[in-house]
């Protein structure tokens, strides 16, 4: 999957349109789509400002340690469910 298309499904994902990304983002409409389409460099601050506005931080987690993100999406989920069985059988 080319980085593009990964920025593309990240915001599709979150239900958002490139307008409504754009205002939150405060950059233009057409700079979003030339993120999409790779002919616009995404700054490392804007691709952290991209994922926590879209709430795909996995998705950047998963491309700097270099694993696929339904692995690591599966990993956070069981994380999850161990600590919500600690938490729930009475250990705090």
Do not use: C, Y
């Amino acid at each position: 999957m080319e980085f593009g298309s990964l920025l593309r499904k990240m915001r599709k994902e979150a239900g958002l349109s490139q307008e409504e990304l754009s205002l939150k983002m405060h950059i233009s409409r057409s700079n979003v789509s030339r993120l999409e389409t790779g002919h616009l460099e995404l700054k490392a601050s804007d691709l952290i400002n991209w994922a926590n506005i879209t709430q795909s931080q996995e998705v950047i987690a998963a491309m700097i340690l270099g694993l696929d993100v339904g692995v690591l999406q599966q990993a956070l989920e069981l994380a999850s469910k161990f600590v919500a069985t600690v938490l729930l059988g009475g250990i705090i």
